[in-house]
C-alpha cells in the first residue's frame, strides 16, 4: 500500500514566520504534489514535480516555494505566512508511465495563521 | 477559468436508494476521470477511475459514466449506505500533461447518506 506521510497533522504559526510542511512517501513515486483545499474551492494545485530537484507552479503558487532534493521527499515552504494561507494543506504522489496513475494523498495539514 | 466542475456542492440520499454525482469539464483534451472520496481531517482516497476511450466503468457499488460529446461525467453509487457520507471530487488529466501526472479537480460534492 502508497503511504503519503505529511509531518503535521496541525499547525499554528503567526503571520510573517517562514513556515515548512514536509512530505514523505515510501512507494519510489516520480512525481510528488501539493495542494490546498478551501472551501467550495475543491484542490487546487501548488507546486509539483516530477523528478527530484524539479519543480513546475501550479494554479496558485504566490507566496510559496517547494523543495524536492530527494525523491521520497517533497517540501512546502510558506515564505512569509500570511492570515489568508490558512488552510488544509494536502501532499500526493504518483507514477510516472504505465498508462494513467491515480494520485495517492497524505491525511493533509490543517495550518493556522495567526 | 474552472476546467472541472461539480455544480452541486451537497446531496442528501436515503440509505439504499441511489447517489448520482455529476461532473463537467470544458477540456477536450481530458482523456483520463477519476473520482476521490474524502472524510474529514483525512487525506483523499482513490475510488474509481474510466478512460475516454470507455463510457463506463464498474467497480462493485460504484459505476462511472462518461458522455464525451457533452462532456460530462457522473458517478453512481447503488445501494448508497452511510459509510458513504462524504466528499466526493471529480477530476481530469490529458495524455498531452506527458508523465507529470497533473490532475484538475473540481470543487467537490458532499454526499449525505441517511439511514
Known amino acids: 500500500d502508497v503511504k503519503v506521510t505529511q509531518s503535521s497533522r496541525y499547525l499554528v504559526k503567526r503571520t510573517g514566520e517562514k513556515v515548512f510542511l514536509e512530505c514523505v512517501q515510501d512507494?519510489?513515486?516520480?512525481?510528488m504534489f501539493w495542494y490546498r483545499q478551501d472551501p467550495g474551492l475543491g484542490l487546487r494545485l501548488i507546486y509539483f514535480?516530477?523528478?527530484?530537484?524539479?519543480?513546475e507552479k501550479g494554479d496558485i503558487p504566490e507566496g510559496y516555494s517547494v523543495s524536492r532534493e530527494k525523491k521520497e521527499r517533497f517540501s512546502l515552504i510558506l515564505e512569509s505566512a500570511s492570515t489568508n494561507q490558512t488552510s488544509m494543506y494536502l501532499c500526493?504522489?504518483?507514477?510516472?508511465?504505465?498508462?494513467?496513475?491515480?494520485?495517492?494523498f497524505g491525511d493533509g495539514t490543517r495550518l493556522s495563521i495567526l | 477559468d474552472q476546467q472541472v466542475k461539480q455544480n452541486s456542492p451537497s446531496l442528501s440520499v436515503q440509505e439504499g436508494r441511489i447517489s448520482i454525482l455529476n461532473c463537467d469539464y470544458t477540456?477536450?483534451?481530458?482523456?483520463?476521470f477519476l473520482w476521490y472520496k474524502k472524510y474529514p481531517a483525512e487525506g483523499p482516497t482513490f475510488l474509481i477511475s474510466?478512460?475516454?476511450?470507455?463510457d463506463k466503468n464498474e467497480d462493485g457499488r460504484f459505476t462511472v459514466f462518461l458522455n464525451k460529446s457533452a462532456k460530462h461525467l457522473s458517478l453512481h453509487i447503488v445501494p448508497s449506505q452511510p459509510g458513504d457520507s462524504a466528499v466526493y471530487f471529480c477530476?481530469?488529466?490529458?495524455?498531452?500533461?506527458?508523465?507529470?501526472?497533473?490532475?484538475?479537480f473540481g470543487q467537490g460534492t458532499t454526499l449525505q447518506v441517511k439511514p
Open positions: 514535480s516530477y523528478d527530484v530537484k524539479m519543480k
Open positions: 512507494m519510489d513515486h516520480e512525481n
Open positions: 477540456n477536450s483534451m481530458f482523456d483520463y
Open positions: 500526493a504522489s504518483s507514477k510516472q508511465g504505465m498508462g494513467n496513475q491515480p494520485q495517492h
Open positions: 477530476a481530469a488529466s490529458e495524455s498531452g500533461s506527458g508523465n507529470t501526472g497533473k490532475l484538475i
Open positions: 474510466i478512460s475516454s476511450i470507455k
